[in-house]
């Protein structure tokens, strides 16, 4: 079982970027996913998830009207649109199977929003 993140980078305050979180080794339908960041100095935070099964979503507050949660199951990948990217959005983001409890997680992807 594998998840690999990938899609981070640098960008300005108010632009955009779309992580990929590819699964291997299991179905989307499996598990729901999950997409957390981390921030240096701060405790990990779990900012969106999808149920793969009826596509249900859950966003944090802190994220929710600006970023998007979306899967390609023939691609058995999952999406984490971000837009209006503020700097305080800045932090390693990871991917995981399961969304309470995470069973499986990826490798982070860093994303730096600074002008």
């Known amino acids: 079982v594998q998840l690999q993140a990938s899609g981070g980078g640098l960008v300005q305050p108010g632009g955009s970027l779309r992580l990929s979180c590819l699964a291997s080794?299991?179905?989307?339908?499996?598990?729901?996913i999950g997409w957390f960041r981390q921030a240096p100095g701060k405790e990990r935070e779990g900012i969106s998830c999808?149920?793969?099964?009826?596509?249900?979503?859950y966003y944090a507050d802190s994220v929710k009207g600006r970023f998007t949660i979306s899967k390609n199951n023939a691609k058995n990948t999952v999406y984490l649109q971000m837009n209006s990217l503020k700097p305080e959005d800045t932090a390693a983001y990871y991917c995981?199977?399961?969304?309470?409890?995470?069973?499986?997680w990826g490798q982070g992807t860093q994303v730096t929003v600074s002008s």
């Open positions: 995981a199977a399961e969304c309470l409890v995470p069973k499986y």
């Open positions: 080794g299991f179905t989307l339908d499996e598990y729901p």
């Open positions: 999808i149920s793969t099964r009826d596509g249900s979503t």
